[in-house]
């Protein structure tokens, strides 16, 4: 209820916003605050923006990177969302066979580490309870204290199924979520292991890093998957990827119709819990994402850069006329009924800034 109530009143001046305003013109840029809800569609593209930019600082483009994805079959699924099992142990699994497997192959101690950052989504395409891990991890291992790095030429993508897989239900077991029964069940099932996912990633490339980061700030739904809303009915139609062909890399996509109260439901249902941090560190990648997050707090605003990289526009905090830069201060919410009050009487909104209203017209000259 309290992220549909934050959706609700996005971008609304009651909630507050920072009033940016040229010394010498008198002209306001008023930006209100967003509700930052994953809801919303519009702070889910700027969040992407943003996790682009610290992905960009973060990732040591001097190592080739993977994207890796690990899956668990849709029988295991069912066993976990019957049993009200938390998925966020995941994670910390992934991450623990990745490392492993690279130091086994490159015969490597415990100092050698690759770089990972990894994320829990839980719900599949179509809404459903589908858990997997996405991870961008570096393909070679760094020694942090000598920076000695261990090439690796080749990874067992096979043997990583297998090890995937003995993990994830080893942990189910230990944790008693399995039976022994069932344990065997899911080793015998499926002789391959448990699928995972491998795709080379050029970190180069700004259009890569932006894919990385959908993928890291993951969103639940795209508003442009709505086909139809039948409001007779109540039901709710929309169009989700099914497949995507391994070779040609072409996707196919199905629709489904499902009643609003149930859409609305599961997209609800996915919401990661308050103050829960959906990304995790491993690695190499620890100290650089702390020193990271405590330089961001002097950056630049994150908003003026993503209308920056989207628009045309120089600098939207530079004075549309002196075109210096704007002085910020910040509007809190017991403070913005006031100022939104004397922004729509003392000042005219033009082109997205507001100016300083005439009293009167100038005298005529002599």
Excluded at 166 to 180: D, E, F, P, Q, R
Excluded at 203 to 229: C, M, P
Excluded at 339 to 352: S, V
Aim: hydrophobic share 35%.
């Amino acid at each position: 209820m309290a992220e549909a109530e934050k959706l609700l009143t996005c971008g609304r001046f009651n909630r507050g916003f920072v009033w940016n305003e040229c010394h010498d013109c008198k002209i306001v840029l008023a930006v209100p605050f967003s509700c930052k809800s994953r809801l919303c569609l519009s702070c889910y593209r700027k969040k992407i923006f943003g996790w682009s930019i610290h992905l960009s600082r973060i990732l040591n483009a001097e190592l080739p990177h993977y994207h890796i994805v690990f899956t668990l079959p849709r029988r295991l699924n069912e066993f976990l969302f019957q049993r009200l099992v938390n998925p966020r142990f995941l994670n910390g699994l992934a991450a623990k066979i990745y490392t492993k497997r690279l130091q086994v192959i490159s015969k490597a101690d415990k100092n050698f580490k690759p770089g990972i950052l990894s994320t829990l989504h839980e719900a599949g395409n179509h809404l459903n309870f589908n858990p997997h891990i996405h991870a961008i991890a570096t393909r070679d291992l760094v020694n942090p204290k000598s920076d000695e790095i261990k090439q690796i030429f080749f990874l067992p993508y096979k043997t990583m199924r297998f090890d995937w897989q003995k993990t994830v239900c080893k942990y189910l077991l230990k944790k008693k979520i399995l039976s022994k029964d069932e344990y065997s069940f899911f080793i015998k099932s499926y002789p391959r292991g448990f699928h995972v996912y491998f795709e080379k990633i050029n970190i180069d490339k700004s259009d890569s890093i932006f894919r990385i980061a959908e993928y890291i700030a993951f969103g639940l739904f795209h508003n442009s998957q709505i086909q139809t809303v039948d409001s007779k009915k109540q039901t709710l139609t929309f169009r989700y990827k099914s497949s995507v062909e391994s070779i040609t890399k072409e996707k196919s996509y199905q629709s489904l119709t499902m009643p609003i109260d149930e859409f609305l439901a599961r997209m609800l249902f996915f919401l990661p819990n308050k103050h829960e941090k959906s990304v995790r560190y491993y690695g190499i990648y620890v100290r650089p994402a702390r020193k990271i997050k405590v330089e961001s707090q002097v950056q630049k605003s994150t908003w003026a850069e993503a209308i920056k990289s989207s628009f045309d526009v120089k600098d939207p905090l530079a004075c549309p006329v002196c075109k210096n830069g704007m002085i910020s201060k910040i509007i809190y919410s017991f403070q913005a009924s006031n100022k939104e009050k004397e922004l729509k009487k003392k000042y005219t909104l033009i082109d997205g800034y507001f100016y300083q209203k005439r009293s009167r017209d100038p005298p005529d000259a002599f």
